[in-house]
């Protein structure tokens, strides 16, 4: 069994920051790429950033400049640190990540963490 567990959501103002961590735990085997996406009332998720094990990202234009993406191997975490916030970055944001689990350790599989609100006011 393997759990995305996400935290730091919340409110804040155009122009702030926000920090989200993500932290990855059970069966490990071993873990790819991790990443965020998002998902706003009435839209599609879409991608936000990734990173891959030897630390190469790939952001969203809309983010770019603005997000950065980051990751732990050790601990199997990876951080979204948020800065001049947006109103149009309000969205359900999802922890994402490529796991290989010890019981099946041939197969990479697809986990999603349960979401994290941010919410950016104007």
């Known amino acids: 069994q393997v759990q995305l567990v996400e935290s730091g959501g919340g409110l804040v103002q155009t122009g702030g920051s926000l920090r989200l961590s993500c932290a990855a735990s059970?069966?490990?085997?071993?873990?790819?790429?991790m990443g965020w996406y998002r998902q706003a009332p009435g839209k599609q998720r879409e991608l936000v950033a990734i990173?891959?094990?030897?630390?190469?990202?790939n952001y969203a234009d809309s983010v770019k400049g603005r997000f950065t993406v980051s990751r732990d191997n050790a601990k199997n975490t990876v951080d979204l640190q948020m800065n001049s916030l947006k109103p149009e970055d309000t969205a359900v944001y999802y922890c994402?990540?490529?796991?290989?689990?010890?019981?099946?350790?041939?197969?990479?599989?697809?986990?999603w963490g349960q979401g994290t609100q941010v919410t950016v006011s104007s």
């Open positions: 994402n990540a490529g796991i290989r689990t010890v019981v099946a350790s041939r197969f990479w599989y697809n986990y």
């Open positions: 990173i891959s094990t030897d630390g190469s990202t």
């Open positions: 059970g069966s490990i085997f071993s873990i790819n790429v």
